[in-house]
């Protein structure tokens, strides 16, 4: 199976969530576009990276199991949200969730 090559991770404010139109409102206080590493995360799902975040995203479901932000976890209050993008470059992408 084929896995998504890159994704654009959006950090949410948590009153977003169930929020259907909190990616496209504006209302991420932070994204970044992650590409495939090649590599399995310590979760066991495909480790994605770029602009200083790092997550392993199940590329069934689009669920991140795993993720770092500048090195860090997230902080109490914040959730995340990904586009899975149309092409290889980052360039366009799609909404999940």
């Known amino acids: 199976m084929s896995h998504p090559q890159s994704f654009e991770i959006l950090i949410v404010p948590e009153f977003t969530e169930g929020t259907t139109d909190a990616t496209r409102t504006g209302a991420a206080i932070r994204s970044a576009v992650v590409t495939a590493t090649g590599e399995t995360g310590a979760s066991g799902y495909p480790r994605y990276a770029g602009e ?13 199991e795993a993720l770092l932000v ?4 997230l902080d109490y209050g914040l959730s995340v949200r990904i586009r899975e993008t149309n092409n290889d470059d980052g360039s366009g992408v799609r909404a999940d969730g």
């Open 52 to 64: 200083g975040v790092v997550a392993d995203i199940d590329p069934a479901t689009h669920a991140v």
């Open 70 to 73: 500048d090195g860090a976890e």
